[in-house]
């Protein structure tokens, strides 16, 4: 089991979340650094992962992409996504793994009752699970999640274009069109004022955007 960290400029974080993740025995990790101005590259191979460059920042997607790509090619039955600004708990991931032995993906879900999330999140969150019913057909409780895993199957049959946030929910699209059985399973995650300061998060501009691709794309 591979995970993959898409990353764009995490190199204040980036190596406590390798670590992190090794302490619970996730060893075999692809960042991939998505066209990075700071040290992120540097600080995760000093991390000890394996990890991949875009010249040119492309996007959310696109990393996730070069990411699934790279562990196909390093012969993973299974890959895990996984946010590089420390949001999601490795603690969670045992679980994941488990449930692909009954299902092709797994979604990761945030409670979006719990205080500590933004309500921006929350609203944002919604928008997007509204839209993914309406243009793809399926119903999901938190359909922009970073957290999710996929069996060797859904590696092999997934094609998606996409490469900045839209990417998160034309997997329900790709999950619809190949009759893929799914799941969702509850994941912590954590809010901190470094993730919700960062000048590359997605923007309320940006979410529009990411809609009107969707429409386009559906």
């Known amino acids: 089991m591979y995970i993959v960290i898409p990353t764009y400029n995490e190199s204040k974080v980036i190596g406590q979340v390798l670590a992190e993740l090794h302490r619970y025995g996730f060893d075999r990790c692809i960042v991939v650094d998505d066209g990075s101005t700071d040290d992120t590259f540097i600080k995760a ?3 000890g992962a394996t ?3 875009h010249i040119l920042n492309r996007g959310k997607g696109a990393s996730i992409k070069t990411g699934i790509e790279a562990a196909k090619l390093l012969g993973a039955r299974g890959v895990i996504t996984f946010d590089g600004d420390g949001q999601h ?5 045992k679980n994941m793994i488990k449930l692909l032995d009954s299902y092709d993906v797994v979604l990761g879900k945030r409670n ?8 921006a999140k929350k609203i944002g969150n919604w928008f997007g699970n509204l839209l993914t019913w309406l243009i ?11 957290m999710r895993s996929y069996s060797k199957k859904a590696l092999d049959l997934i ?9 998160d929910s034309e997997i329900m699209r790709e999950i619809v069109r190949h009759k893929l059985k799914y799941t969702e399973m509850p994941i912590s995650v954590r809010y901190t004022h470094y993730s ?8 309320y501009l940006g979410a529009v955007k990411t809609m009107l691709k969707m429409l386009l794309s559906g």
């Open 196 to 203: 919700q300061n960062k000048t590359n998060r997605q923007s």
């Open 51 to 53: 990890v991949l460059r």
């Open 112 to 119: 979006f009752t719990q205080k500590h999330i933004p309500i």
């Open 136 to 146: 793809y057909g399926l119903w999901v409780q938190d359909s922009q999640s970073g």
């Open 89 to 93: 708990e490795p603690k969670d991931i």
């Open 45 to 47: 191979k000093e991390g």
């Open 159 to 167: 094609e998606i274009f996409a490469d900045r946030y839209e990417y």
